[in-house]
T-cell receptor, first 109, second 114 residues
Framework: GQNIDQPTEMTATEGAIVQINCTYQ??????LFWYQQHAGEAPTFLSY??LDGLEEKGRFSSFLSRSKGYSYLLLKELQMKDSASYLC??????????WGAGTKLIIKP | DAMVIQNPRYQVTQFGKPVTLSCSQT?????MYWYQQKSSQAPKLLFH???????NEADTPDNFQSRRPNTSFCFLDIRSPGLGDAAMYLC?????????????FGPGTRLTVT
């Protein structure tokens, strides 16, 4: 079966750095997405990785290792507004998005 | 601004009373998706359209139907809502089905079944 695993919840301090991990087992791979979802709102796109390595976009970076079936989202200089759920999603060989349940990130002052 | 719009944002219906949720987009995207998302769970794909080509996920209950009368609009019909159908319903669009095409989500419709 297809599976995306990510921690259910993480807590971090304002101004710090946090890494949210995602491991996946899917039938084929056509890229990995990270989305941010604030409570009661729709997901918004953060990043897309299809090749191994690190993609940096401002305070957010995303890393991919296809051989390990592993990705992480790195958030730097955390702000209170970063409190949200972060969803990892993998596009399989049929171009279907397989979603993780999300990691709820709690930022404390 | 180009966007994905969902109406209504909040919908309350009675057990067994049919309900229709709507989605419109000004992005002129070929692909439209309907997801169901329950609290602290992953979005679950119900249907998607590639232009007029309709794709029904294998585990989508028969109680759920969808229509896409034109590029801009898509509807989700729940014929006989049950308590288990209470969820956030998300509409999304993308310009293609390939790997690099991100999905743009509407704000969602939160459905309550009484």
């Amino acid at each position: 079966g297809q599976n995306i695993d990510q921690p259910t919840e993480m807590t971090a301090t304002e101004g710090a750095i946090v890494q949210i991990n995602c491991t996946y087992q899917t039938s084929g791979f056509n890229g990995l997405f990270w989305y941010q979802q604030h409570a009661g709102e729709a997901p918004t796109f953060l990043s897309y990785n299809v090749l191994d390595g690190l993609e940096e976009k401002g305070r957010f970076s995303s890393f991919l290792s296809r051989s390990k079936g592993y990705s992480y989202l790195l958030l730097k200089e955390l702000q209170m507004k970063d409190s949200a759920s972060y969803l990892c999603a993998v596009m399989d060989s049929n171009y279907q998005l397989i979603w993780g349940a999300g990691t709820k990130l709690i930022i404390k002052p | 601004d180009a966007m994905v719009i969902q109406n209504p944002r909040y919908q309350v219906t009675q057990f067994g009373k049919p309900v229709t949720l709507s989605c419109s987009q000004t992005l002129n995207h070929n692909v439209m998706y309907w997801y169901q998302q329950k609290s602290s769970q992953a979005p679950k794909l119900l249907f998607h359209y590639y232009d007029k080509d309709f794709n029904n996920e294998a585990d989508t209950p028969d109680n759920f139907q969808s229509r896409r009368p034109n590029t801009s609009f898509c509807f989700l019909d729940i014929r006989s809502p049950g308590l288990g159908d209470a969820a956030m319903y998300l509409c999304a669009t993308s310009s293609g089905k390939g790997g690099a095409y991100e999905q743009y989500f509407g704000p969602g419709t939160r459905l309550t079944v009484t």
